[in-house]
């Protein structure tokens, strides 16, 4: 099956750094999307994205759907303690909601004091 | 977004009974809904998807015998975990995939963590 390769597995940073994070399929994906899970709790959406090319922000987040439909990235700007947690890139292969989603690994995200 | 509820959030079982996990949409009718596996410390992946008045259809290698789903109304979908053994703890998660609102995309039910002992 398909399979999302997302990097880096996790990261150490300092509060107020800057955080970015990618997925790279061989696959073509027609819809992109990036969540954040806390323990214990189903993944939240941060960013959906439909084309290609796409560049979303949502805040601090900004992300990309590659223009091969086959990678995407995730950058956080001026990281706060809140954004503490796992980050999963998913892509679906039909679009319009006919199936289900692909996870990548997931990034953990850790803000050092 | 839609709001889904996912019912119960925890559930500890004795090997060999069955347990049911409720997945509802609470201001959105879904013709279809998503279950999801999440075992610790590692990714979600699809188990099957719930179609309303229809059989749910699953992905390759999940029983679908042992995991009996049932979406009999357009806001309910149920997964049965049959004769439940102790490697079929993990986490279970829904989703649904609302057609609007800003930003849309699968929003996903808070997950019910099942241990089985």
């Known amino acids: 099956g398909q399979q999302l390769n997302q990097s880096p597995q996790s990261m150490f940073i300092q509060e107020g750094e800057d955080v970015s994070m990618n997925c790279t399929s061989s696959?073509?994906?027609?819809?992109w999307l990036w969540y954040k899970q806390d323990p214990g709790e189903g993944p939240v959406l941060l960013i959906a994205?439909?084309?290609?090319?796409e560049l979303t922000s949502n805040g601090r987040l900004t992300a990309q759907f590659g223009i091969t439909r086959k990678d995407s990235f995730l950058n956080i700007s001026a990281s706060i303690p809140s954004d503490v947690g796992i980050y999963f890139c998913?892509?679906?292969?039909?679009?319009?909601?006919?199936?289900?989603?692909?996870f990548g690994k997931g990034t953990h995200l850790i803000i050092q004091p | 977004g839609a709001v889904v509820s996912q019912h119960p959030s925890w559930v500890i079982c004795k090997s060999g009974t069955s347990v049911k996990i409720e997945c509802r949409s609470l201001?959105?009718?879904?013709?279809?809904m998503f279950w999801y596996r999440q075992f610790p410390k590692q990714s979600l992946m699809l188990m099957a998807t719930?179609?309303?008045?229809?059989?749910?259809?699953?992905e390759q290698g999940v029983e679908k015998d042992k995991f009996l789903i049932n979406h009999a109304s357009l806001t309910l979908s149920t997964l049965t975990v049959t004769s439940a053994h102790p490697e079929d703890s993990s986490f279970y998660i829904c989703?649904?995939?609302?057609?609007?609102?800003?930003?849309?995309?699968?929003?996903f039910g808070s997950g019910t963590r099942l241990t089985v002992v």
């Open positions: 201001d959105f009718q879904a013709t279809t």
């Open positions: 719930s179609n309303e008045g229809s059989k749910a259809t699953y």
């Open positions: 998913a892509g679906q292969l039909r679009g319009g909601g006919a199936d289900g989603l692909t």
């Open positions: 994205l439909y084309k290609a090319g």
């Open positions: 696959s073509i994906f027609n819809t």
């Open positions: 989703s649904v995939y609302p057609f609007a609102g800003p930003n849309y995309g699968y929003t």
